[in-house]
């Protein structure tokens, strides 16, 4: 069966932990690739899946289920006296997890 989308998933690297193993334990295909980028500077995770019209749905639900947002702490240093002045740490609240999902239709397919 010839895919007919291309799915470009981009998350934390974190969720494409659970990610991945989702996709495998459902036997879907893809290509995972290092990438960076952010607001906090972590490192994401791209992956490629290409996939028929009737599993595509499936995918996206797959997607959403391993890499929802969620609110977590962090320590950051704040500073005192702004601008110069003696940092204290303070924990502030992030929202971490989600992705972005691009989807393309292909128009050729070839496996070589």
């Given at each position: 069966?010839?895919?007919?989308?291309?799915?470009?998933?981009?998350?934390?690297?974190q969720d494409a932990?659970?990610?991945?193993?989702?996709?495998?334990?459902?036997?879907?295909?893809?290509?995972?690739?290092?990438?960076?980028?952010?607001?906090?500077?972590?490192?994401?995770?791209?992956?490629?899946?290409?996939?028929?019209?009737?599993?595509?749905?499936?995918?996206?639900?797959?997607?959403?289920?391993?890499?929802?947002?969620?609110?977590?702490?962090?320590?950051?240093a704040i500073p005192?006296?702004?601008?110069?002045?003696?940092?204290?740490?303070?924990?502030?609240?992030?929202?971490?997890?989600?992705?972005?999902?691009?989807?393309?239709?292909?128009?050729?397919?070839?496996?070589?």
């Amino acid at each position: 069966m010839k895919p007919t989308f291309l799915l470009i998933c981009v998350v934390r690297d974190q969720d494409a932990i659970r990610l991945v193993d989702a996709l495998r334990e459902k036997q879907i295909s893809f290509t995972k690739l290092a990438s960076t980028g952010g607001f906090l500077r972590e490192g994401n995770t791209t992956i490629l899946i290409g996939i028929d019209e009737s599993r595509r749905e499936e995918v996206v639900q797959i997607i959403r289920s391993q890499c929802e947002r969620r609110e977590e702490i962090i320590e950051s240093a704040i500073p005192v006296n702004e601008p110069i002045g003696p940092y204290v740490p303070q924990q502030v609240k992030v929202v971490r997890g989600g992705g972005v999902l691009f989807e393309v239709p292909i128009e050729r397919y070839e496996r070589f």
